[in-house]
């Protein structure tokens, strides 16, 4: 199973932007690329998906490199609220789309 | 609202109490799966289901058991619990093409064998 490799930790600025960096250099074509966060032990919240392109919703930005062995989550203006561990997962196309977590970057958003 | 309700969210139980954690989502869902997450280790998929009758073991199975009798409610039995199995126990659905779908996780069941 292809697994990603995310920094431990980062602080960043309210209001700034936050750039969390995703490493997944052994991902297949058809996996897809998902981003989850966990606040406190509370159940992983969805916020964004991609294969290839760029893709961007009311929550944050992916950045997927062209060879897709690594990605960047953008949140344009970070939040005390935003302050989570940040899952980059591979979705595998068996088991049911099985969730490949790694261990997450714990982001903390400062005043 | 569109959710995968789990109960009970705490359970302390002895070793060796069946016990059952119950998981139920409102979204007509295919396909449903169970997560353990723990310390270093992460979330690891113990089950998933494709749909009703069709369960089949994830990563770590051992230990646990599970049923698909209706399309909402996918229960996870212990049935001699133990200390190993204490952790955190997610439930989580997704639609048909699953690989490009959203999964929606439940809130969590926290459960301490002791």
């Known amino acids: 199973d292809a697994k990603t490799t995310q920094p431990p930790s980062m602080d960043c600025a309210e209001g700034r932007a936050a750039n969390l960096p995703c490493n997944h250099s052994?991902?297949?074509?058809?996996?897809?690329v998902y981003w989850y966060r966990q606040i406190h032990s509370q159940g992983p919240q969805y916020i964004i998906h991609g294969l290839k392109n760029n893709e961007t919703n009311e929550m944050a930005s992916l950045i997927i490199t062209e060879d897709r062995k690594s990605s960047t989550l953008i949140l344009p203006h970070a939040t005390l609220r935003d302050t989570a561990v940040y899952y980059c997962?591979?979705?595998?196309?068996?088991?049911?789309?099985?969730?490949?977590f790694g261990q997450g970057t714990e982001l903390s958003v400062k005043p | 609202e569109a959710q995968v309700t789990q109960n009970p969210r705490y359970l302390i139980t002895v070793t060796g109490k069946k016990l059952t954690v119950t998981c139920s989502q409102n979204?007509?869902?295919?396909?449903m799966s169970w997560y353990r997450q723990d310390p270093g280790l992460g979330l690891r998929q113990i089950y998933y289901?494709?749909?009703?009758?069709?369960?089949d073991k994830g990563d770590v199975p051992e230990g646990y058991k599970v049923s698909r009798k209706e399309k909402r409610n996918f229960p996870l039995i212990l049935e001699s619990p133990s200390p190993n199995q204490t952790s955190l126990y997610f439930c989580?659905?997704?639609?048909?093409?699953?690989?490009?779908?959203?999964?929606?996780f439940g809130q969590g069941t926290r459960l301490t064998v002791v």
């Open positions: 289901s494709m749909n009703v009758e069709a369960t």
């Open positions: 989580a659905s997704s639609s048909y093409g699953a690989e490009n779908t959203e999964a929606f």
């Open positions: 997962i591979v979705r595998v196309m068996n088991q049911g789309g099985k969730l490949i």
């Open positions: 979204m007509n869902h295919e396909y």
């Open positions: 052994t991902i297949s074509g058809n996996e897809y």
